[in-house]
């Protein structure tokens, strides 16, 4: 089974799966295809709110605390409601936080989770995003216009890619 909060985990940071901080959470899958130097790296274009419309990021969403979920159950709920598909998630990918997440915003926190789309479904979006883009990893950084909390998650997602693909 995969070790979503090795590091967060060792520290006490994390009761019963759920992070001790008061942030909000957020679960986004970081999706590739492909292998090796024709590896691609899923981008999504935000419909809303206004202030990240048109901005590229990575599919998710918030972490329903209220029913006890974890980043790992979220990261597929939102996957299935946005894109309408279904994922396997091959990597939590650790961040500079103490408890492993990824800084997006004063109040919130993202879980990231290196993933691939099971086989024989097709993207199908949700008014979220109203396109995507399969973006090669040699200039994904630049080929669209990331929201700026994602560049971070993007620079160390191609690293794994490339190094475990």
């Not at 999504?44 to 206004?50: L, V």
């Not at 979220?74 to 961040?95: C, M, P, S």
Request: aromatic share 6%; glycine share 6%.
């Amino acid at each position: 089974m995969l070790e979503i909060f090795p590091r967060a985990k060792s520290l006490g940071l994390y009761k019963n799966g759920k992070s001790l901080s008061d942030k909000a959470h957020v679960s986004a899958a970081v999706i590739f295809r492909g292998s090796g130097s024709d590896a691609q790296i899923l981008s999504c274009r935000r419909t809303e709110p206004d202030h990240l419309k048109g901005g590229w990021e990575f599919a998710g969403g918030g972490v329903d605390s209220h029913d006890d979920e974890t980043p790992l159950e979220a990261v597929h709920r939102e996957i299935k409601e946005e894109l309408t598909v279904e994922i396997d998630v091959l990597h939590y990918l650790v961040g500079p936080n103490p408890d492993g997440t990824w800084i997006l915003t004063d109040t919130k926190v993202l879980h990231a989770h290196i993933s691939v789309i099971k086989p024989n479904q097709e993207i199908k979006l949700e008014p979220q995003h109203d396109t995507y883009e399969w973006l090669d990893l040699d200039n994904a950084e630049t080929a669209v216009k990331w929201l700026e909390p994602d560049i971070p998650i993007l620079r160390a997602a191609i690293e794994w890619i490339k190094a475990n693909s």
